[in-house]
């Protein structure tokens, strides 16, 4: 991996006020899960960053190759766990999707190639420049800005997409735009954002929106075999009263 040059505003902590925490006695480096210094949602950040992971998810449920999570401490130089992000969505292709506690670059072998922040009050300007960088120097192709609020930001999305060593604004057409890593678009609608598929002409579904179109037609399935032998009653009525 290249060196990674410190951009500002990063999750980086000077070691004399917290290496205490990260050794054991044995000098076993720890990585922790949670951090007392990670900060809060609102409800807009944890609506977004809830209905679009359980879309990926449903999206990419049958592959084994495709890890995806949200809020997961990522630690980007071993020894050094002060160096560390946790972006609210990333999504890794070429990794085992399985369940881990953190994710460590020098294991997997792959930084997430596809990385979304939903911008906040206090998130939004790191989320342009401190992060902008280092997801540029550590190897993202793409990454994603979304205004839940829709008041900190340009436009309701921003996107950067990898061109050799840069990651470059893409231009925003009609508050939505393509991501060839996940061959969907990612689009704003009234109130949200939504993922839409276009090989199917239709919006990706969150997990209560599945389950609820499962119950209707359910539903329909069972009105209309109600409907059919209500019919076959009918006939057999006739068909007694001709005889």
Excluded: C
Excluded at 144 to 162: G, N, Q
């Amino acid at each position: 991996m290249p060196e990674v040059l410190e951009p500002t505003q990063t999750q980086t902590f000077p070691r004399s006020q917290t290496e205490i925490n990260y050794f054991s006695e044995t000098e076993e480096i720890i990585y922790p899960e949670q951090r007392e210094d990670d900060m809060g949602e609102t409800s807009f950040h944890y609506r977004v960053i809830s209905d679009l992971m359980q879309m990926l998810r449903m999206f990419f449920r049958e592959r084994e190759d495709v890890f995806m999570t949200g809020n997961m401490n990522i630690y980007y130089v071993e020894g050094k766990p002060y160096k560390w992000f946790a972006p609210d969505i990333l999504v890794a292709f070429g990794v085992q999707n399985h369940e881990r506690s953190v994710y460590k670059i020098w294991q997997e072998k792959v930084f997430p190639q596809v990385v979304f922040e939903v911008a906040s009050d206090r998130t939004w300007k790191n989320d342009v420049s401190g992060k902008l960088k280092l997801y540029e120097q550590l190897g993202a192709e793409e990454y994603y800005i979304l205004d839940s609020e829709f008041k900190y930001l340009p436009s309701p999305v921003m996107a950067f997409r990898r061109e050799n060593d840069a990651l470059l604004p893409v231009e925003i057409s009609g508050e939505k735009v393509f991501s060839p890593r996940l061959n969907l678009e990612i689009v704003r609608t009234e109130n949200n954002f939504r993922l839409f598929n276009p090989q199917t002409g239709e919006f990706l579904l969150t997990l209560e929106e599945s389950e609820a179109e499962k119950k209707n037609f359910e539903s329909r399935a069972i009105t209309a075999e109600m409907e059919l032998e209500l019919l076959k009653a009918e006939i057999e009525k006739l068909k007694k009263q001709n005889n």
